[in-house]
């Protein structure tokens, strides 16, 4: 059964840092990685999806890179802003296509 | 589009009564979705359709909880008889393929007291 963590579980960190968010997953059988973004109240919003072949995806200010291998993957986010504040989560597609979810990082951006 | 439609955004309800959750999925999406959050669980999958036919059920908690979707607009999770471990946020969502971004609703805040 597929498992999928992040660490760490809560962030803080000052307006204008570069930070990255982690993601481990146990079954290296997916079909594709994504993240989402929650603001609190609201539902997942999906910021970035990367299929299995690829290696990384970016969006902006957002990049997103896929270790397949070793069941990792990280979501960079650049010169970080208080609206970036919300929880990140991050969801593996295995062969079924169904989706796992991690139990997110929720980011607090300080201005 | 209006994105991902659920209704209502909150329901409070007490022990043993009927709940119906409903949900309006974008136009042109073959794949729906029900989600459940808990902050001791996270996001579970409930159950999932594609082209309104149920795929996997194996979610669903117990034979309390039953999802239908009549047509390709709209599904509905209900809960008979509702627990206060029921309590939660639900959401649907949907996809073109189960392969590509998945878009949410905003979720229906349950209460069962």
């Known amino acids: 059964k597929q498992e999928v963590t992040q660490i760490p579980a809560a962030l803080s960190v000052p307006e204008g840092e570069n930070l990255v968010l982690n993601c481990s997953f146990t079954?290296?059988?997916?079909?594709?990685l994504q993240w989402f973004r929650q603001d609190p109240g609201k539902g997942l919003t999906s910021l970035l999806l990367?299929?299995?072949?690829?290696r990384e995806q970016t969006s902006g200010r957002l990049n997103a890179s896929l270790d397949k291998s070793s069941g990792r993957s990280t979501l960079y986010i650049a010169a970080s802003q208080p609206g970036d504040s919300a929880t990140y989560l991050c969801a593996v597609s295995g062969s079924a296509r169904q989706l796992t979810f991690g139990s997110g990082t929720q980011l607090t951006v300080l201005p | 589009d209006a994105g991902v439609i659920q209704s209502p955004r909150h329901e409070v309800t007490e022990m043993g009564q009927e709940v119906t959750l409903r949900c309006k999925p974008i136009s042109g999406h073959d794949y729906l979705f029900w989600y459940r959050q808990t902050m001791m669980r996270g996001l579970e999958l409930l159950i999932y359709f594609n082209n309104n036919v149920p795929i996997d059920d194996s979610g669903m908690p117990e034979d309390r909880f039953s999802a239908k979707m009549p047509n390709a607009s709209f599904s509905t999770l209900k809960i008979q008889p509702s627990e206060p471990r029921d309590s939660a946020v639900y959401f649907c969502?949907?996809?073109?393929?189960?392969?590509?971004?998945?878009?949410f609703g905003s979720g229906t805040q349950l209460s069962v007291l």
């Open positions: 990367i299929q299995s072949s690829q």
């Open positions: 079954d290296s059988a997916i079909y594709n």
């Open positions: 969502a949907s996809s073109p393929t189960p392969g590509e971004k998945l878009f």
